[in-house]
């Protein structure tokens, strides 16, 4: 995905939710800090962005977005990318995370804007889902340098939503294969 396809995203997404913030969960999330130009293949192949809203506890709003730019609706058949409405809670995220979000706003957003995860928080939220494309995205990320294995390893000692076991196996992942 690109930064241009993200914004669209975002814009879509805050007109049918009518909300001004769009929350970005997945790896699409680089987007706000890195443009594509600088980040390695492996970050950027995705055609989803996980869009989520901090005041839809029911998923409702979730749900609407899905159905209007999610997968296999005719904005994903139009554009070849798509919206995945999701609930906050989906992520599991080190604690402070909503301080450190980093602002997607201009005029290729409006009405909305989106608020990316900081690299960090969301590397470590993707090492906690453990899955391998996960791994394959934290491994480029740290390949590239552009994030540091030293403060991946102080956020997920803050993240005290992970089981303890979560987080012993993305520790010793992170010694083995970032260290």
Not at 49 to 71: K, N, S
Not at 90 to 114: C, F, H, K, M, Y
Not at 126 to 148: C, P
């Amino acid at each position: 995905m690109r930064r241009e396809e993200l914004e669209h995203l975002l814009r879509s997404a805050s007109t049918i939710a009518e909300r001004r913030d769009v929350l970005v969960l997945g790896s699409q999330s680089i987007l706000g800090t890195y443009d594509e130009d600088d980040l390695p293949e492996a970050t950027t192949m995705s055609i989803e962005a996980d869009l989520a809203f901090l005041d839809d506890d029911d998923q409702a709003i979730a749900d609407r977005v899905d159905g209007f730019i999610g997968e296999d609706s005719q904005f994903h058949r139009t554009h070849g990318y798509y919206g995945q409405g999701v609930a906050v809670s989906v992520a599991i995220l080190p604690d402070g995370w909503s301080e450190r979000l980093v602002i997607v706003e201009g005029s290729n957003t409006q009405p909305g804007r989106g608020l990316c995860l900081e690299p960090h928080d969301l590397v470590i939220a993707k090492l906690i889902a453990y899955r391998e494309k996960d791994f394959e995205f934290a491994i480029a990320l740290i390949g590239a340098r552009l994030v540091d294995v030293t403060l991946l390893l102080e956020r997920l000692a803050q993240t005290s939503t992970a089981a303890p076991i979560q987080a012993e196996r993305v520790r010793v992942w992170l010694q083995r294969n970032a260290c």
